[in-house]
């Protein structure tokens, strides 16, 4: 049999009616005890799955969630997982879009309305306050990671600001004053970013050492950075967008002999696996993707089945790991 084996093969291999073949799958009440068995070995020996798409579509429900992910973004990937269990665990799944360098935002979002998700779960997205509200408006929508005003629209985001604050605040309690910034860009995440580092540093009295260092959310930018730094003086420390430009930085002053931390102390964002792995050792801001998951998709369920409105904001406090990048300055 080259095609996916259908409810109806099943009740003809035992030789009994499509209905109730599908009472034994539902395991319900009816056939008799030696008709499930035989029922379902042919099922098992046949191959059979149940069309999950078909039944939910009798039911005129998906129960599927719609995520936009960036596929370039490590901490995405990491998201995903949990959103996964936090989904499974109240009788959803999910459907992923991918964000690319070539494939922008709202095609991506156009491939999870085309599949009939019932909500859809943002991550981190670039979108305008005024076309998020527009989106909120069509489909329950939950930004992750990301502060907006978009009306009909749930946000769960940690304080990014106050992130960054603890990787500066850290810096300090340990002699830094010398501490740059590589900026992560245009957006919302980036400027929250870029105002903790600038608020705590003059809360120090280090307004006349803030220096930020243009950058975005990669790798290369982390490596362009670190050739400015190079070209125009050190830092004794440096706080990153996040951990992809950390990682950028890392290998830039590895190759041209620069120690970390003995000659330069480096912080990351997101405390993403790669920071976690020993070679690397990064000390970094964790946003705690499992709780965001888990608020993520109690927001998404609690509008479809619990009929809450949009516009409500979880805000978590991130948490500062240190790890091996980090120590005083000598």
């Given amino acids: 049999m080259t095609r996916r084996p259908r409810l109806d093969d099943v009740a003809a291999d035992v030789g009994v009616s499509t209905a109730s073949v599908s009472l034994v799958l539902r395991n319900a009440p009816g056939p008799s005890a030696q008709t499930r068995a035989r029922v379902l070995e042919a099922a098992q020996r046949l ?10 579509l009798a039911r005129r429900r998906s129960h599927l969630l719609g995520v936009l992910l960036d596929v370039r973004s490590p901490y995405h990937a990491e998201l995903v997982a949990e959103l996964h269990e936090a989904a499974e665990n109240l009788g959803y799944d999910l459907v992923l879009s991918t964000v690319t360098a070539s494939r922008h935002e709202d095609r991506a979002i156009e491939t999870l ?11 981190g997205p670039e979108l305008s306050t005024s076309r998020l509200s527009s989106l909120g408006a069509q489909h329950p929508s939950i930004v992750v990671g990301r502060r907006t005003t978009a009306a009909h629209v749930d946000v769960v985001r940690s304080a990014d600001d106050r992130g ?31 105002r903790g580092y600038r608020t705590s540093m003059r809360r120090h009295a280090l307004t006349d050492q803030i220096r930020v260092v243009p950058g975005d959310h990669t790798e290369a930018s982390g490596a362009r ?8 003086g050190l830092p004794s420390a440096v ?12 290998d830039a002053f590895t190759r041209a002999g620069v120690d970390v931390p003995g000659d330069v102390s480096v912080i990351g964002y997101d405390d993403s696996p790669a920071a976690r792995f020993a070679h690397i050792d990064l000390t970094s801001v964790s946003q705690d993707a ?5 608020h993520a998709v109690a927001a998404a369920v609690e509008r479809l089945d619990g009929g809450h409105t949009g516009g409500h904001e979880v805000v978590l406090e991130p948490r500062l790991v240190i790890r091996g990048t980090t120590r005083r300055p000598t």
């Fill in 47 to 56: 191959g059979y799955r149940p069309d999950r798409t078909a039944s939910l």
């Fill in 113 to 123: 309305t085309d599949f009939r998700c019932e909500a859809l779960i943002l991550l």
């Fill in 164 to 194: 960054v604050t603890q990787a500066v605040e850290h810096l300090v309690e340990i002699g830094h004053r010398t501490i740059a910034f590589v900026d992560g860009g245009k957006g919302t995440i980036a400027s929250d970013r870029r």
């Fill in 225 to 232: 950075a670190a050739q400015e730094m190079l070209a125009a």
């Fill in 239 to 250: 706080v990153t967008f996040n951990d992809r430009v950390a990682l950028g930085l890392l």
């Fill in 290 to 294: 499992a709780q965001q998951a888990r």
